[in-house]
């Protein structure tokens, strides 16, 4: 599996996760929510603040009808303009926020949804990008982004493998990586079917990783110790704050709860190492060897009755028990001595 770079981080394979917060509509209209977001996204441990540029306009068509309202779910009721117009990010905001973002030193990027949020993003001096699994199949969009040549995160939830080799192909040559996603929200851990991912960072030869909108942090704890190389999670200051994407979104306290067992995981995930660690040496003792369990004379003959394999381990290692058998002692050996090659002929 390759790497990435994203501004000084390395992004893959023996390199710690990327953890990115996602504020998406958890701002609730407020510019100063959203900035506290940003601070509190730092403090809980993220590596990355993400936000989503787009309008109700560039979405969709301010249309009631019965295809433009949605049935079901955690938005049931809802129709997607009147949706997009509470949710979306004020674009008037984003230098703002990319400038606090800077400010306290945390990664700053975004979603744009088309030509022209790429355009907008680009004039902020954007470093990287977010393709959205919804945008998975606008592959002029993903084309369009991959013109301004920078590393570029896919979310492929929903997505059939033509589709995500379909996306994979339009971003070409930039850096990329891909994120398992299960649209759902919020998801449960029975859709997340993480092979899936392992399955793309072997087929594409990119870093992978998961982009969450299950509550709490199993899926993302299960991904990096599968080797996910990127963590994205809703992000809210407290979900009392009502807003469209409150309800499946995490608390600071949950958050940094999260990164910190994902570093968990990642020590754990550790490195291929046979052999006894450095906290395990001493253990080596209670392994077993070959003692001497009854007095035997010089000359006397070792037989299963006066020489054992037991705890500890300074005698003889145990593969050699059958080669002492039937040998005759060099020397008088006392009851409790490990036996050593050179005490028997």
């Not at 433009?68 to 009147?82: A, C, M, Q, R, V």
């Not at 709490?216 to 807003?243: Q, Y």
Request: glycine content about 8%; charged content about 25%.
């Amino acid at each position: 599996m390759s790497t990435i770079q994203i501004k000084n981080r390395t992004i893959g394979e023996g390199h710690p996760a990327y953890m990115i917060a996602e504020m998406s509509g958890n701002h609730a209209g407020s510019l100063a929510y959203a900035k506290e977001i940003i601070h509190a996204a730092k403090e809980s441990g993220a590596d990355c603040i993400k936000i989503q540029t787009y309008t109700a306009d560039t979405m969709t068509i301010d249309c009631h009808n019965d295809y433009f309202n949605i049935k079901g779910g955690t938005w049931d009721g809802e129709n997607l303009y009147s949706l997009y117009c509470k949710a979306y990010t004020p674009w008037e905001w984003q230098a703002e926020l990319k400038a606090e973002a800077d400010k306290v030193g945390i990664d700053f990027f975004s979603t744009p949804f088309d030509k022209t949020s790429v355009d907008f993003l680009e004039g902020l001096n954007v470093e990287f990008y977010k393709i959205a699994s919804f945008e998975l199949v606008d592959i002029p969009l993903i084309r369009y982004v991959a013109s301004k040549g920078k590393p570029i995160i896919v979310s492929t939830g929903m997505g059939s493998l033509e589709e995500v080799t379909e996306a994979v192909e339009a971003v070409g040559r930039c850096p990329l990586a891909l994120l398992r996603c299960a649209s759902a929200y919020p998801a449960i851990s029975d859709n997340m079917n993480l092979a899936t991912m392992v399955d793309m960072g072997q087929r594409f030869g990119v870093p992978v990783g998961l982009s969450d909108h299950s509550m709490g942090s199993v899926g993302a704890i299960t991904a990096v110790a599968m080797g996910g190389s990127i963590i994205e999670k809703h992000f809210c200051l407290d979900r009392k704050i009502k807003n469209p994407d409150s309800t499946f979104s995490m608390e600071p306290k949950e958050y940094a709860a999260m990164v910190e067992d994902v570093r968990a995981a990642e020590r754990a995930r550790g490195v291929v190492s046979y052999g006894a660690t450095e906290s395990e040496q001493g253990n080596l003792a209670f392994r077993r060897s070959v003692f001497v369990t009854e007095d035997i004379p010089a000359g006397g003959v070792l037989t299963e009755e006066n020489i054992r394999v037991i705890r500890p381990s300074m005698g003889l290692a145990p593969k050699h028990y059958d080669e002492a058998l039937g040998k005759h002692a060099t020397k008088a050996l006392k009851r409790g001595e490990p036996l050593h090659m050179e005490d028997f002929q």
